[in-house]
C-alpha cells in the first residue's frame, strides 16, 4: 500500500511539475518571442529571423512622442502613488487603531473601487470633471489613479500594523512623545517595508493604467494611451515591441522588489 | 533599514519632478495645439508654418471620429484648432465651441470655390474653413476578390464572408444601409429605418470586424486581411497604391457617399494669430497639391487642380463634375436624428 | 519632578482628544473617496433621470429608463458578456487550480519562488501582453508566418483573431495567474495534518481530496473566481483590440455612448446596471475574503 501510494505520489509529482513547466512556458512565451524579435533586422514583426540588430532601440531613443508619453507615465505614477500611498496609510491607521460606527462601511468603500468595473470608473470620474469644469490634463488622470490605488495601499499597509504591537503609539507617548510625533518616528518607520511596498505596487498599475486613463486624458498622454494608438498599426510596431521589452525587464525588476519588501515586513 | 529620511526624499523628489515638468513645458517656446484626424499631421502640410515659426512647436492630438472630437471639446479640452466636417459644424456653432474667423486674414480664400466655403458660414459668420472634401466608396483588393462590386449591395455577398471591414459610425452605416436598399439618405420613414438596421445586422456574418481609424484600415488590407472595404477614404486607396498592393476604388449604381471637413477655430484658443498662420499654411497651394497627391481629396483651394497630379485627379475624378452629381454628400443631423441614427447603430452592434 | 509622566484628563477630554486624532486621520482619505469616488457614482446616477445627448437639449425625464428597458439588444449584450466573464472566470480557475495545488503541496521550499515565477508575467503590462498574442495570431503574425516559412501551410491562416474567442482566450491569458494567488493562500492554510489523518484511515488521496482538500479551498477558489469576473464584466479593451464583430461586450457601449454616441443618461443608466448587478458579487468577494483571511 505504501509502494502504490508513492508511486502514485511520484506521478501526481511530475504531472504537477509538468503541468507548471506547460503553464509557465504559455505565460512566458508571447512576452518572450517579443523581446526575441525586438531585435530582428525586419520592419514586420514575422519570421523569418533577419539578423540580429540594435537599430530599433536606437529608433527608440529618437521617438519624441514616445519619450514624452513615457516621461508622462512616470511623473503622474510618482505623484498618484505618493498621493495614494499617505491616504491608503491613514486610512489604514484609522481601520487599525480605531473603532468607530461605520467602520465597516467605510471599508466596503475604501474597497470597492478594487471591484469596480474600469469603465464605470473613468466615466464616472469623466462626468465629474465635466460638470465641474475641469479641463482633462495629467491632473485629472493622477486624481483617478489615486482613486484606483488607494484600497489596494490601505489593505498592505494595514496587513503590516496590525501585525504588530497595538498599543506602540500609547509605549512610545509613555515616554514622552506627542501622538503625531509617535507616529512619525515609531509607527512610520516601522511600517517602511509595507509603504514602500504599497508604493511601488501603486506605481506599477497606475504605470500600467489604460481603461479608466482612457476616458480622463487630455491632449497630454500617457505611455500606455501611447500604446494603445500604436497598436492599430503594425508598421510602427518594432518600435513598440523593443519598447515592451525594456518595460518587461523593468517590470520584474519592481515585482522582485515588491516581492522582496512584501516578505520583509510579515 | 529604511529611515525616514526616505520618505522625505521620495516627497522631495515628486515634487521637483513635477514642477521641472511644468517649468520645461512653459520655457520650450510658444506652442500650437491642433486637435486632427491621425494621418494629417504631416510636416508638408504645414511647412509654410514651421518656415515662418521655427521655435514654435505643433502639438497634435488625435480622434478618429467626429464624435468623440466632439465629445471631447464638450467635456472641456483645450486646443485651438479642430478639423471637424461638416456634418457637425452646426453642433459646433450653437454650442459656442468656436469662434467667427476674419476672411480678410485668410491668404487663400480667394481661391476657394464657394459651393465649399458656403457650409461654413453660420448666422452671417465664416466659423468653418473647408480643406479637404473627399468621396467614401468601396475599396478593392482586386487580386484577392473573383468578382469585383459594383453597387453597395454586393458588400452583403456572401462570397466575401469574413473578409470586409466598414466603419465603425452610425451616420455612415446609416448612409450605406440606406443606398443599398435604394432609399432616399436624410429622407428616410421610420419603417425604413427599421429595415436598415435589419440589413446592417444582415451584413455582420460577412465582417471581420469594423474599423476606427483610417491606418487601421490600411494594415488590414495590407495583410490580405480585409478583401472588401465598404467604406473607405480615398487616403486609403492613395496609401495602398503607395506600398504596390493592388486595389480599386469603386464607382457604386448608387453614388459615391462624400464629405466636407474643414477647420475651425475654437472659441477658447490660446493662440488665435499662430491658428490663422497655421490655416493659410495648410491652405496654401503646396500643401494642398500635396493633399491631392498623397491622399486623394479634393482640396479646397480650387488652383491646386491644376498643380496637381493628372492621373491622380483623373483617378479619383476630382474634376469630374458628373460624378460629383452622382455623389451623395453628408448633411448636419439635428441632435434628435443624430441620436436616433446613432441608437439604431448600438442596437446592430449589440446584435449577435 | 520629571515630565514623563502625561497630565491627567478627564474621560470627556480623552474621548475629544481621539475623535481629533480621528478626523485628522481618517478626514483626507474619507474626504477623497467622498469627493472622487461617491460623488463621480451620484451623480452618474442623477444623469440616468436626464435624457438627450451632449450637444443637444438635455431634460429630467424617466426616457432613458424606459428606452434601456426596451432596449432588448443592450440588454442581450449584457447576458451575452456574463457568459464570456463566467467561461474566462471558470477557465481560470480551472487553469489556475492545478498550479496553486502544485505549489502548496508539492513545490515545499520552493514554492514563494515559482510563485513569483507565475506572478512576474501578469504584472507586466497588460496591453503590451495583448499585443503579444494579436501580433502571434495575426494573418501577418509570427505563428502564420512561422508556419509559412516551415511550408506547413501554404495560406495563411485567419485563426482566432476577431472573434468571441479570441477575448476570452486573452482574457484567460491575462488573468489566470492572478486566480492562482487566492487558491494557493486557501490550500497553503490547510493542516497538512488532516490529509495524513484521512490516509491513516485508509482513504485514497483522491478521496482526501475531494472530501477535505477541496472543500477547504473553496473560500480561495470563490475569491479568484470573483476576482475575474467582476472586473471582466465591464472589459472594454481587450474586445477592441482583439473581439472584431462579434467579441464586443457590454463596456464597448458604454464607451460608445461617452465618447461617439455622446448618450451620456443612456450610458450611465448601463453602467448603473453593471454596478447592480455586480453589488451581490461584491458582497461575496467581501465575504469570501473573510474566510480567507481565517
Known amino acids: 500500500m505504501l509502494a502504490k501510494s508513492s508511486i502514485g505520489r511520484r506521478f501526481t509529482f511530475s504531472l504537477g511539475a509538468a503541468y507548471f513547466v506547460l503553464f509557465t512556458a504559455f505565460m512566458y512565451l508571447p512576452i518572450l518571442l517579443l523581446v526575441v524579435f525586438s531585435f530582428n533586422d525586419s520592419p514586420t514583426l514575422a519570421f523569418p529571423w533577419n539578423g540580429f540588430t540594435l537599430r530599433w532601440y536606437a529608433a527608440l531613443a529618437q521617438s519624441t512622442e514616445l519619450i514624452k508619453a513615457v516621461w508622462n507615465s512616470v511623473l503622474v505614477g510618482l505623484l498618484s502613488s505618493l498621493i495614494a500611498t499617505v491616504l491608503g496609510t491613514l486610512a489604514a491607521l484609522g481601520i487599525v487603531r480605531f473603532n468607530f460606527p461605520g467602520k465597516s462601511i467605510f471599508l466596503s468603500v475604501a474597497a470597492m473601487p478594487l471591484v469596480i468595473p474600469a469603465v464605470v470608473m473613468g466615466v464616472a470620474m469623466l462626468i465629474l470633471f465635466t460638470m465641474v469644469g475641469i479641463p482633462l490634463t495629467l491632473w485629472t488622470v493622477g486624481l483617478g489613479h489615486v482613486i484606483i490605488n488607494l484600497p489596494y495601499a490601505m489593505l498592505i499597509v494595514a496587513a503590516r500594523l496590525a501585525g504588530f504591537e497595538a498599543h ?61 494608438s500604436q497598436l492599430r498599426f503594425p508598421s510602427r510596431l518594432p518600435l513598440v515591441v523593443t519598447l515592451a521589452a525594456i518595460m518587461m525587464l523593468l517590470s520584474v525588476l519592481i515585482v522582485l522588489a515588491v516581492e522582496k519588501l512584501r516578505r520583509m515586513s510579515t | 533599514m529604511f529611515p525616514r529620511k526616505w520618505v522625505i526624499l521620495i516627497v522631495v523628489l515628486g515634487v521637483l519632478l513635477v514642477s521641472c515638468g511644468g517649468g ?37 492630438s488625435f480622434f478618429g471620429e467626429d464624435a468623440e472630437a466632439f465629445a471631447k471639446l464638450q467635456t472641456g479640452f483645450q486646443t485651438d484648432l479642430i478639423h471637424p466636417c461638416a456634418g457637425w459644424w452646426q453642433l459646433y456653432v450653437d454650442n459656442g465651441l468656436v469662434q467667427p474667423i476674419d476672411t ?70 446609416y448612409m450605406v444601409g440606406a443606398l443599398a436598399l435604394g432609399y432616399e439618405p436624410f429622407n428616410t420613414t421610420p419603417e425604413q429605418d427599421e429595415a436598415i438596421v ?29 478583401w472588401v472595404a465598404g467604406s473607405a477614404w480615398p487616403e486609403t486607396l492613395m496609401l495602398l497604391l503607395e506600398e504596390g498592393i493592388p486595389v480599386e476604388y469603386i464607382d457604386p449604381e448608387e453614388g459615391r457617399m462624400g464629405y466636407v471637413c474643414g477647420f475651425g477655430i475654437t472659441a477658447n484658443a490660446q493662440n488665435v494669430d499662430l491658428a490663422y498662420d497655421y490655416i493659410n499654411a495648410v491652405t496654401s497651394l503646396e500643401a494642398m497639391t500635396y493633399l491631392i497627391d498623397e491622399y486623394g481629396y479634393g482640396a479646397a483651394n480650387a488652383a491646386a487642380l491644376d498643380t496637381a497630379d493628372p492621373e491622380t485627379v483623373e483617378m479619383l475624378q476630382l474634376a469630374d463634375p458628373t460624378i460629383l452629381n452622382d455623389t451623395v454628400f453628408y448633411q448636419s443631423l439635428t441632435p434628435e436624428r443624430r441620436e436616433a441614427v446613432v441608437s439604431n447603430w448600438g442596437r446592430v452592434k449589440a446584435s449577435p | 519632578m520629571t515630565t514623563l509622566a502625561p497630565p491627567i484628563r478627564t474621560a470627556a477630554q480623552a474621548e475629544a482628544t481621539r475623535r481629533r486624532r480621528l478626523l485628522l486621520i481618517m478626514g483626507p482619505p474619507g474626504l477623497a473617496l467622498l469627493v472622487f469616488f461617491l460623488v463621480p ?46 467561461q474566462t472566470s471558470l477557465l481560470c480557475v480551472l487553469l489556475a487550480y492545478p498550479i496553486a495545488y502544485y505549489l502548496a503541496f ?28 494579436k501580433l502571434i495570431l495575426g494573418s501577418s503574425g509570427l505563428l502564420n508566418t ?17 472573434s468571441q474567442t479570441a477575448v476570452v482566450v486573452t482574457l484567460v491569458y491575462v488573468w489566470a495567474p492572478f486566480v492562482a494567488l487566492p487558491i494557493f493562500a486557501a490550500l497553503d492554510r490547510i493542516d497538512k495534518r488532516l490529509l495524513e489523518a484521512a490516509a491513516d484511515l485508509g482513504s485514497p488521496p483522491w478521496y482526501a481530496f475531494v472530501r477535505v482538500t477541496l472543500p477547504l479551498s473553496l473560500p480561495g477558489v470563490l475569491a479568484g473566481f470573483l476576482s475575474v469576473f467582476i472586473p471582466t464584466l465591464g472589459e472594454y479593451v481587450t474586445p477592441l483590440l482583439v473581439g472584431g464583430v462579434n467579441g464586443i461586450m457590454y463596456g464597448n457601449l458604454i464607451q460608445d455612448q461617452f465618447v461617439r454616441a455622446l448618450n451620456w443618461p443612456l450610458g450611465s443608466i448601463m453602467s448603473l446596471v453593471l454596478l447592480v448587478l455586480l453589488l451581490p458579487m461584491f458582497l461575496l468577494f467581501r465575504r469570501s475574503d473573510d474566510l480567507l483571511q481565517r
Open chain 1, 168 to 228: 506602540i503609539e500609547e509605549a512610545a507617548m509613555d515616554l514622552g512623545a506627542n501622538y503625531w510625533g509617535a507616529l512619525w518616528r515609531v509607527t512610520l518607520p516601522m511600517s517602511m517595508p509595507a509603504l514602500v511596498a504599497a508604493f511601488l505596487s501603486s506605481f506599477t498599475t497606475s504605470f500600467d493604467e489604460f481603461a479608466v486613463t482612457f476616458f480622463l486624458a487630455g491632449s497630454d498622454t500617457t505611455l500606455p494611451i501611447y500604446l494603445f
Open chain 2, 198 to 226: 435589419q440589413k446592417l445586422i444582415e451584413l455582420k456574418p460577412n465582417l471581420l470586424t469594423y474599423w476606427t481609424d483610417n491606418t487601421e484600415l490600411v494594415q488590414l488590407m495590407a495583410s490580405g486581411d480585409v
Open chain 2, 24 to 60: 520645461g513645458a512653459a520655457t520650450s517656446g510658444a506652442k500650437l495645439n491642433v486637435f486632427e484626424w491621425s494621418g494629417y499631421e504631416l510636416p508638408e502640410f504645414w511647412a509654410q508654418f514651421a518656415a515662418q515659426h521655427p521655435n514654435v512647436t505643433v502639438d497634435f
Open chain 3, 41 to 86: 457614482l451620484g451623480i452618474m446616477g442623477l444623469y440616468t433621470l436626464r435624457s438627450g445627448t451632449l450637444g443637444g437639449e438635455m431634460a429630467w425625464s424617466l426616457d432613458t429608463y424606459r428606452s434601456f428597458l426596451a432596449n432588448t439588444a443592450l440588454q442581450r449584450l449584457l447576458w451575452r458578456s456574463t457568459l464570456v466573464s463566467l
Open chain 2, 104 to 173: 480678410a486674414r485668410l491668404e487663400n480664400w480667394a481661391d476657394m470655390p464657394e459651393f465649399l466655403t458656403k457650409q461654413g458660414e453660420f448666422n452671417g459668420q465664416q466659423y468653418f474653413i473647408p480643406w479637404e472634401w473627399g468621396y467614401e466608396s468601396i475599396l478593392v483588393r482586386t487580386d484577392k476578390v473573383d468578382k469585383v462590386p459594383t453597387s453597395w449591395k454586393e458588400l452583403w455577398d456572401p462570397a466575401y464572408a469574413g473578409h470586409v471591414a466598414i466603419y465603425d459610425s452610425g451616420e455612415t452605416q
Open chain 3, 146 to 162: 512561422f508556419l509559412l516559412w516551415v511550408g506547413w501551410i501554404d495560406q495563411p491562416a485567419p485563426i482566432l483573431l476577431f
Open chain 3, 106 to 133: 508539492r513545490a515545499g521550499e520552493r514554492r514563494m519562488t515559482l510563485l513569483t515565477i507565475i506572478i512576474i508575467p501578469a504584472w507586466t503590462s497588460y496591453l503590451l501582453r495583448i499585443l503579444a498574442w
